[in-house]
């Protein structure tokens, strides 16, 4: 058992992240409401596409090493405390090279590696990230029509900017910034940092330059 877990964890996040990422069937709003969503936006003439809903909209893919830490590890049991630290350190040195001056170029190939794409999976599937082919369909739809997309989002508890980017190729290229989202955080829920307490101090007293536990996860998402 203890042999076989990370090879079946693996098989289990690989399918469920194509099955979010790429099952036309799964639906947040549906026909009926995505219908009604691009023909209001094609016949809307205000100068700002306000999309008011209420989960995250932008791409918070994380590298799976570090979510699966977050979401197994405990820094008050030893041994897990141990193997936690250990995760941290490898995402939380390179930062603090880049934030001291060091070029991405001068990282080693496995500090490089850390950063790459293939290596990330979305960490919450119940938003956006779990309902891949419509989020696009609304990307690609505010860029085919040159709005200029808004999304107001919430329920992570947490506080966050970001890009609304493409996944694909349509009327332009894929990566292509369709539009902007702002989330509210809670007022007394907690929130990520509740999956690593201590890990903020951590970083912060180990690695200085870095900005905490919120600078880990910005530099890799």
């Known amino acids: 058992a203890t042999a076989l877990a990370p090879l079946v964890t693996q098989e289990l996040v690989i399918a469920t992240v194509q099955k979010a990422w790429g099952d036309p069937n799964r639906d947040l709003i549906g026909d009926t409401q995505m219908a009604w969503l691009q023909q209001q936006m094609a016949s809307s003439t205000a100068a700002w596409q306000l999309l008011g809903q209420q989960v995250l909209m932008q791409s918070m893919a994380v590298p799976s ?33 880049l934030a001291t001056g060091t070029p991405f ?31 696009e369909t609304i990307l690609q ?55 690593l307490p201590g890990a903020d101090a951590y970083i912060r007293a180990k690695y200085p330059a870095v900005d905490g536990l919120d600078a880990l996860f910005r530099g890799y998402v």
């Open 65 to 97: 090493e570090l979510l699966l830490a977050a979401q197994s590890l405990d820094f008050n049991d030893p041994a897990s405390g141990a193997k936690l630290t250990a995760t941290l350190d490898r995402y939380a040195a390179p930062l603090q090279k």
């Open 105 to 135: 170029a001068s990282l080693s190939p496995a500090e490089q590696a850390l950063f790459a794409e293939a290596g990330k999976i979305p960490y919450n599937t119940d938003a956006w990230d779990g309902y891949g082919v419509e989020r």
């Open 141 to 195: 739809t505010a860029l085919a029509l040159g709005k200029r997309l808004i999304s107001l989002g919430g329920d992570t508890h947490n506080a966050w900017a970001g890009l609304l980017d493409t996944m694909s190729a349509g009327s332009k290229p894929a990566g292509t910034v369709a539009g902007v989202e702002f989330a509210t955080p809670g007022v007394t829920s907690p929130g990520l940092e509740k999956y």
